[in-house]
């Protein structure tokens, strides 16, 4: 045996394992090189004929070249079987050719309601900005005038990340600030008076989380957005009747709206929107509640270091899956979150 000979071997069997097409295939080549009366087994046999001087170069030549036949050997083996396993997936696919009608996709009903929502608020120079979904408490509450020992956060219990978490874009506020999935889209309004410079028009179109147990009306993920408009002299006036704007874009010229007072912590005076209007199934010409709106809190344009003296302005904050549901007559929040396609497709 020399080591020109054990090369020939191995480059004859990496030639016949790399040639191999089927499992059949492959054991039986497997046969002639490894098996009881394969050539690299015949070959090995010949170790103890070799003279003593020599036995440990060779040795170790049989040993690199048995290696290197099972990991030839091994290869073609997963070759094989991968080859095997795509032909159980039927015929080869053609990207080229266009998605067949029925499994073509379309825009998720919550992404629909956005971009009309979008598209309303861009038509009187609103702009859009996205909230963050990790927040702290901070701008979830206190920037939002809301005090630690406030009952009305209870309302917004949600999910808290662990202590000693630090997100570098977005420091805590102090050593007590944890950080927390946002509980309300509010929370751009902070973020965005921090940044920007009065007058401030925007909206900002985000998810939500909170502790809650799901029902038709509840999910512990949802979707809100927020308007914000800051300026010198914004008025009740001006508040209500971009409201009044955004309602009729909605439901149809003839829908009436009115403020009903309520408590938000960065609003004052704050209110519950009511909507009244024909042609909206069992809603239809009776009042329903439709979003949390208000004249922006003094506090909060303090904390944020605006001047309450020189400005004002107004919020508000419409679920979008609320809207969906009223504008669709869906009665189910959780039919948005199941991709069930014969819910997709009725509001394709
Ligand atoms: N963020 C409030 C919530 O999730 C909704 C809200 C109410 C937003 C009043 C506002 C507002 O901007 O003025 O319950």
């Not at 009309?116 to 608020?121: E, L, N, Q, T, Y």
């Not at 038509?123 to 509450?141: A, D, K, N, Q, Y």
């Not at 406030?150 to 977005?170: A, K």
């Not at 912590?265 to 329903?288: I, M, Y």
Request: glycine share 8%; with cysteine.
């Amino acid at each position: 045996m020399s080591p020109e000979e054990l090369d020939s071997i191995l480059a004859s069997a990496k030639t016949g394992f790399f040639a191999v097409a089927s499992r059949p295939e492959w054991e039986s080549f497997k046969a002639t090189v490894l098996g009881p009366k394969g050539s690299f087994t015949a070959m090995s046999k010949g170790l103890a004929d070799v003279p003593k001087d020599q036995k440990p170069t060779i040795g170790k030549k049989l040993n690199e070249v048995k290696k290197a036949i099972e990991a030839a050997c091994d290869e073609a083996l997963r070759r094989v079987e991968a080859l095997a396993a795509l032909s159980t997936l039927g015929p080869a696919i053609d990207p080229t050719l266009p998605a067949p009608r029925e499994i073509m996709g379309s825009r998720h009903p919550i992404n629909q309601t956005y971009d009309r929502i979008v598209d309303i608020f861009k038509g009187i120079g609103f702009s859009v900005r996205l909230p963050r979904e990790l927040e702290t408490e901070w701008f979830c509450f206190d920037a939002l005038n809301s005090p630690p020992d406030h009952p009305s956060r209870d309302m917004q219990d949600t999910y808290f990340m662990p202590e000693g978490i630090v997100v570098p874009s977005s420091p805590p506020h102090g050593d007590k600030d944890r950080y927390l999935l946002g509980t309300q889209t509010s929370t751009a309004q902070i973020r965005t008076m921090l940044k920007e410079k009065p007058p401030i028009r925007i909206i900002a179109p985000g998810r939500c989380f909170r502790r809650d147990d799901a029902d038709a009306g509840h999910s512990s993920n949802f979707h809100q957005f927020e308007g914000l408009y800051v300026d010198k002299n914004v008025s009740l006036k001006d508040f209500k009747a971009c409201m009044d704007y955004f309602v009729r874009e909605l439901f149809g010229p003839n829908a009436e709206t009115r403020l009903r007072p309520s408590y938000f912590s960065f609003v004052e005076p704050g209110f519950e929107l009511d909507v009244r209007t024909a042609n909206l199934g069992k809603l239809s010409n009776r009042w329903f509640e439709i979003w949390g709106c208000g004249m922006v809190h003094p506090n909060v344009l303090k904390n944020v270091g605006i001047d309450p003296e020189i400005y004002s302005g107004y919020a508000f904050g419409p679920g979008v899956e609320r809207i969906a549901m009223i504008l669709r007559g869906v009665d189910d929040i959780r039919y948005y979150y199941q991709n069930d396609l014969r819910f997709l497709k009725q509001l394709a």
